[in-house]
């Protein structure tokens, strides 16, 4: 059975870290691309960063880089999203989600519609 899992999200003050975590099981973790979305209430889903395991390439939105760093751990089929300075716009319930194209090509593209398989997400609430 393929399962993501995801982990980490709770309430922070404005400037605070989480660390997301993402647990895969059921499919070969390392030929796959990781990414993760986010989805604000009342607001469409939007991409957030891409981990490509294979071969380590990754994507973020340009205006999260530097805040939201992305990284795995291969041994225990988990990838990470750090947040640091979150601000209250970035409330959410984050999701990650597994791409097994070739080359994780709509996951780098933050392409939520090519993904192939969905955690159920974690939610994630910043206050000011």
């Known amino acids: 059975e393929v399962q993501l899992v995801e982990s980490g999200g709770g309430l922070v003050q404005a400037g605070g870290s989480l660390r997301l975590s993402c647990t895969a099981s059921g499919f070969a973790f390392t030929n796959y691309a990781i990414g993760w979305f986010r989805q604000a209430p009342g607001k469409e889903r939007e991409g957030v960063s891409c981990?490509?395991?294979?071969?380590?390439?990754?994507s973020s939105v340009q205006s999260m880089e530097g805040r939201f760093t992305i990284f795995s751990d291969i041994s225990k089929n988990t990838v990470y999203l750090q947040m640091d300075r979150l601000k209250p716009d970035d409330t959410a319930v984050y999701s990650c989600a597994a791409d097994g194209g070739r080359g994780g090509t709509a996951c780098l593209a933050l392409n939520s519609a090519g993904m192939d398989y969905w955690g159920k997400g974690t939610l994630v609430t910043v206050s000011s």
């Open positions: 981990l490509s395991i294979s071969d380590g390439a990754t």
